[in-house]
């Protein structure tokens, strides 16, 4: 397995090599030539700030896929690691993690093409906190505050990253995505989280990275950069590829789902 572990901070690449894991450091703050950046070659390291982890899988789409030559290619996070068995976040510690990260698949997970996170259910929240954050988009659907179906991936993403973005993003889609990933958020109460996934095949990954790309590219014609405003806006192109990579990959994979350590 070749697992990327992606930074924004220097101080974190002898921990992440401790594992075993490749430092991966994007962003600004990054000035330690020890880490395999998205800034050479043909990339988007600009774009960070509103794309995420993104800007690293364009560089890797663009200038190294074809030459990795390991089954499993996975992506973490530092303070987010991929584990067989779920530890609550209070037990794990700087002494017991490297114990429970993923450092090999078994051999009995090849019958899968692709593992994602644990998913994170949006409907989960408390009521209260839906009012506080977007009163008139309750009020505008009461059924809401009563069913926790209605509470949706489009639900949350209209609450969350600003209403009907999600819509107007998947307008955008080509036909053989636009009806299925309309239907998997208005129908689906769970997304797999983080655009974290480890991958077995690079073809298989290409073929995402295919498709994610140049729909990003569409959406920045319509939203663009410079008034993205507050967390939920400026990651928004990150937020849509979240939402977007759970539903492809288990359209077009054998997928199986791992905890997500925090730490």
């Keep these: 397995m070749k697992m990327y572990c992606i930074t924004l901070d220097n101080r974190h690449y002898e921990k992440i090599k401790n594992f075993g894991y ?3 450091g994007l962003g600004d703050k990054i000035n330690s030539d020890k880490f395999l950046t998205d800034k050479k070659g043909e990339n988007i390291s600009e774009k960070n700030p509103f794309y995420g982890e993104y800007t690293f899988h364009y560089w890797l789409w663009k200038n190294y896929l074809d030459n990795i030559n390991q089954n499993w290619i996975g992506f973490c996070q530092y303070r987010k690691f991929w584990s067989f068995n779920f530890t609550p976040d209070d037990q794990i510690n700087s002494n017991n993690l490297k114990n429970k990260v993923i450092t090999q698949i078994p051999d009995q997970y090849n019958k899968f093409d692709v593992i994602l996170g644990s998913p994170f259910f949006v409907n989960k929240r408390k009521t209260m906190k839906f009012l506080k954050k ?7 659907n009461p059924k809401v505050l009563f069913s926790k179906k209605a509470r949706n991936i489009k639900f949350h993403f209209d609450l969350m990253h600003g209403r009907n973005n999600l819509d107007k993003a998947i307008d955008l889609l080509n036909i053989d995505n636009k009806n299925d990933f ?7 109460v769970s997304f797999n989280p983080h655009n974290m996934l480890i991958c077995k095949s690079k073809k298989l990954l290409k073929s995402y990275y295919n498709e994610i790309f140049p729909w990003l590219e569409d959406c920045e014609k319509l939203f663009g950069f410079e008034n993205l405003k507050g967390y939920g806006l400026t990651r928004i192109y990150g937020f849509l590829a979240e939402r977007f990579m759970s539903y492809w990959f288990k359209k077009n994979a054998n997928y199986k789902e791992l905890p997500i350590l925090f730490h």
């Design 134 to 140: 977007g009163f008139p988009l309750v009020i505008s």
């Design 182 to 188: 309309r239907d998997f958020v208005n129908n689906e």
């Design 22 to 24: 490749i430092p991966v």
